[in-house]
């Protein structure tokens, strides 16, 4: 079944305590990306990834980090989280930059 | 800046009334349309897609979509709602000066059985 699996679904930390949240699709998508999402904000683009070590900031890069070193994959890194980073996060994959997206479960995380 | 914009934030009707949420964008050029349900507590999940072709276009579940070009904008409608189509629905436009997807805030949609 195609799919993008993110993991965890939930996740509570403290502020500073780094953390990942890791991203996988069987699709063989070049394309993939990270959004968080917040009331009244919609989605928010944080950094996505044309291809293998290919990154690039969205609108919202700032306390994230990525990478991309298979195809598959492409964690988030909270390397020093806030409490501002409290919110919804999904990954997304797709064939081409412009193509339909297909979007995991979501993580949930909250700083505290 | 571009922009995208879904001028209903929150909608409830009763089921069986028909349905048009609107969005709307900022810039011209050649774009590409989606519309996007995100149903509660699960992801978003395409709804339909505009490339090129026909502007009314249709999708799952019996929604539809009208591009209009002159007017920057992608309303989706559908005729009779049901108490399923209980959702949050997200505009996203592709394209413009930057080659980006832009999604819109959302609207969230309650029906009422």
């Known amino acids: 079944e195609a799919q993008v699996t993110q993991n965890p679904r939930y996740l509570i930390t403290v502020t500073g305590k780094k953390l990942t949240v890791t991203c996988s699709q069987n699709?063989?998508?070049?394309?993939m990306s990270w959004y968080r999402q917040d009331p009244g904000l919609g989605l928010r683009q944080i950094y996505y990834s044309m291809n293998v070590e290919v990154t690039d900031k969205g609108d919202v890069p700032e306390g994230y980090k990525v990478s991309r070193k298979e195809k598959r994959n492409f964690p988030l890194i909270l390397e020093s989280p806030s409490p501002n980073q409290t919110s919804l996060y999904f990954c997304?994959?797709?064939?081409?930059?412009?193509?339909?997206?297909?979007f995991g479960n979501g993580t949930r995380l909250t700083v505290t | 800046a571009q922009s995208v914009s879904q001028h209903n934030h929150h909608v409830i009707l009763s089921e069986a009334a028909s349905l048009e949420l609107g969005c709307n964008y900022s810039?011209?050029?050649?774009?590409?349309l989606f519309w996007y349900v995100q149903y509660p507590g699960q992801h978003l999940q395409l709804l339909l897609k505009y490339f090129s072709g026909d502007p009314l276009v249709k999708g799952i579940k019996g929604f539809e979509a009208e591009f209009i070009k002159s007017k920057f904008s992608f309303n989706l409608r559908k005729p009779s709602v049901q108490w399923s189509d209980t959702a949050e629905y997200f505009c996203a436009v592709y394209g413009g000066a930057t080659n980006k997807l832009i999604f819109g805030t959302g609207t969230l949609l309650a029906v009422q059985p």
């Open positions: 997304a994959s797709s064939g081409k930059r412009n193509s339909p997206l297909h």
């Open positions: 699709m063989n998508h070049e394309y």
């Open positions: 810039y011209g050029g050649t774009v590409n």
